[in-house]
């Protein structure tokens, strides 16, 4: 039984079928990075395992516990898996600080002086206390994505889903975002992220998943995914991608 | 285009448009301020006539007149600037010299445009002078006879206070009320199916019935049923109630609105954190969503006030109902124009705060 068990996942918009019975497996302290075509469903497939999606087929499980279906404590699930988004989405109206310790305040009951205490350690750690008063908008777009990061950090979430998240960012501030979630990958925790970063999948990913027509159309380590992918589609796939040479 | 098979890289040129040095506009703005001028003095004169009909005499009063009557000349400064520049902008185009003939052509045409729209002001005001002493101050007599509203002016404010009394209690509940109805109207999943009908029920209800149905009904129909509570309520709390309820429904929409504006990406964000349903509107959804609804909540608050003249309709002492009483006692409607004059009053501040809250608004949206 893995850490997490996504078996034969089906996900309808209307009569679009964005999931077409998806299976995927992921062992605690990997780093999983899903690849493939703009609109194949990655960021469908990261909001169903956040339960921000409902699915219409198969089940996923995390620690054998099933969290689809009726009758999950949602926001206990979430408590439990953290997710980024490629738009950032920090909350405008709050401080970083605020931002930050919402979560852990008003989910997990922490007192305010102990959810600032970490939340000034974690924003210590990317380099970022001094703006712990500053609002969003004072934030460059890699500084915004890092506090974002933090944020679903400082829920402690035993997995972290991350949606393109360096993909609206300018390419000079692409880095200091990578640079974290190496730190993190290091350090085990157990990621999922969809990207367009390849250079970035191929040196961090414990496995690379080549999503297609809402499947995992190829799966692989990266030395082999990259290298010598068996299936045409994927091979389409990356040569496109050396094309506009990003790999 | 390029033609086909030229693979010189030509360059392409585009002769530049004359610019117009706007003499015409600008005698034509030279010519209406004279002819305003001219206009002024004769409306002063005529004033002047009907006062000395009326056996009116005060030296004020002339000295006021004169001045009214000179005044139009200032009008003669930008049309003579206007000139001026189009005299520029023509030596500057006879010498060739574009740009400054462009730029001296553009002042005559802001000139001109300056002095044609105070003269259409000037034209406004006159013509309303003109109405106001027509028939031998007819108008002036009917609409403001200054010793009628001095005299019931009393009367009137006391009757105004029930409007306001009446307005503040409505307001304040209706702004309760209506964010009740828009949290019930946004309610996910099924088992809240009901509320949401019901609450879609009650504000589609509301939203087409006009005001003064609602009143009429809720003012004279409950004490009809004869049920005890309602009998002895006073009228001006069973006009709360109407009022209440039309606004609330009003109020609701503004909310929902306001809340839908908010991207769902927020919503995601806040949910995906572990937050509740309750707790994601309570901390990220109301307080974005409040700096937005705040303009137009108030301009439903300054509509309810003005309804809360229909009031009367089921007898109620207010502000109109007292002035047209005293109204048909005078045969003259001066008393009414009082309360059209308190209406104005109190309205004006709040209409500049909303504009100053939308600007504010828009300000914060272009930083980003
Ligand atoms: N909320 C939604 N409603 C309807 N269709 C959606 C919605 N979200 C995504 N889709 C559709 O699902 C497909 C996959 O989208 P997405 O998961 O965002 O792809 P990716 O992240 O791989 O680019 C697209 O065709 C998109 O149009
Ligand atoms: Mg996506």
Redesign the pocket.
Known sequence: MSFLEIKNVRKR??A?E?LRGLNLSVEEHQVVCLI?P????????LRCVNGLEEIQGGEIRLHGDRITGPGVDLNALRRDVGIVFQSFNLFPHMTVLQNITLAPTQVLRMPEAEAQEKALALLRRIGLEHKARAYPDQLSGGQQQRVAIVRALAMEPMLLLL??ITSALDPELVSEVLNLLRELAQEGMTMIL?THEMGFAKEVASKVCF?YEGVVHEEGPPEQIFAHPRHERTQQFLSSIIEAGRL | MREPGSNSKEVRRRNPTLPRDGSGFAWLALTLAILLWLATVWVMWQVKQVMTANGFQALWADILLGLVAILPLGLLFPASQSLRQSGAARRALQSENLIAARVHGSEAHTWAWFTLGYAGALLLFLLFVLFFIANNVAVGRTFFQLELIANSFGLILQAFWINVVIFLFAGFFSLVWGLVVAIAKLLPGKPAQPIRFIATFYTDAFLSLPSIIVIYLIGFGLPLTGIGFFRNLPLEALAVLALTLTYGAYMAEVYRAGLESIHPSQWAAARSLGLSYGQTLRFVIIPQAVRRIIPPLLNNFIGMQKDTALVNVVGVIDAFNQARIIASNDFNLSAVTTVAILFILITIPQTRLVDRLVERDRARFRQG
């Open positions: 918009f209307g679009n964005v493939g703009s609109g194949c469903g990655k960021s469908t497939l949606d393109e969809a999503m």
